[in-house]
């Protein structure tokens, strides 16, 4: 089941809930968990405000180094030629989609 944002209406509380794809449309029966309000409606911004959040983030910064330890672990069973494709990959980000 997909992952989808609702926010309250009275609080501005942001919140995701797994539901079918069948019922991404309707309204959301419980209230919301911070005001206890049953104004939920779906949010439709949420996918581009974690887009813009995100732009400047690398993999190597999202994963607190992790990235570049994997990186290092593949050169060992790769060509040298491959080597300097791991290393532009590890300082991409989201910019060019700004």
Not at 36 to 64: C, L, W
Request: hydrophobic share 25%; proline share 4%; glycine share 8%.
């Amino acid at each position: 089941m997909p992952n989808y944002g609702f926010i309250c209406q009275n609080c501005n509380h942001e919140f995701d809930r797994f539901c079918s794809i069948d019922d991404r449309e309707k309204p959301l029966i419980e209230a919301c968990e911070k005001c206890s309000e049953h104004k939920v409606v779906r949010n439709y911004t949420g996918f581009v405000q974690g887009i813009a959040s995100d732009i400047n983030m690398t993999p190597n910064s999202k994963t607190g180094g992790q990235w570049n330890q994997l990186m290092n672990r593949m050169k060992k069973g790769m060509p040298k030629r491959y080597h300097k494709n791991l290393d532009i990959a590890s300082n991409r980000s989201g910019k060019k989609w700004n």
